[in-house]
């Protein structure tokens, strides 16, 4: 068995407080990690932290960048424990996206019509949620409550065997991290495009 981690925050950027109110979730964003250490999270979001647009597939670290900038915004740390086979197959998937980012766009409909609750999947296009599900389906990791392309963050934390490991504010976890190397396992997971 091996573990993924599933990192739902919510800024309070324009974009973020738009969903907040769209939706009323707690969470409006989430990544995914495949080690402990939490350097290196995927996900799509905007390319460049002071815009939302343009969007694609991101690498995130919760100590640098927009989180760093926005570490005070309310987080939620999960872990899910996934066989073997799963996690190589997660791995072998974000190797290829990695290797190919440039053709992978913010899939700005896809997350309004998940909103109204309409499916709509377009290759190489995915909002935050739809892409993480998609990497957990696909691998057959785990059951999800919805299809894909109607998942919202806080979904997540509705899969069975998912737990809570943290919620607080990202700097929270940042600090919980630097106090405890047993909080989570050092590793050294990293692609590079």
Known sequence: ????????????SFFSNLIHFATF???THISIGMDGNLSELYSFARLNQNFPIPGGFVHENITEGFYRKHDLSNCSLYKLE??????????EALKLICEKSLE??????GAFLC???IKYR???RYFCSQFVASLITESGAALLPKTPCLMH?????????VSLMF???????????????EFLPAATFRFKT
């Open 1 to 12: 068995m091996k573990t993924i981690y599933l990192f739902l925050t919510r800024t309070h």
């Open 25 to 27: 979730d707690e969470y």
């Open 82 to 91: 996934i066989d073997d086979k799963a996690f190589d197959k997660i791995t």
């Open 104 to 109: 992978y766009k913010y899939s700005y409909l």
């Open 115 to 117: 909103f109204l609750h």
């Open 122 to 124: 377009r290759e190489r």
């Open 153 to 161: 963050p806080e979904d997540f934390i509705k899969i069975n065997g």
């Open 167 to 181: 919620k607080g504010t990202i700097l929270g976890l940042v600090k919980k991290l630097a106090e405890s190397e």
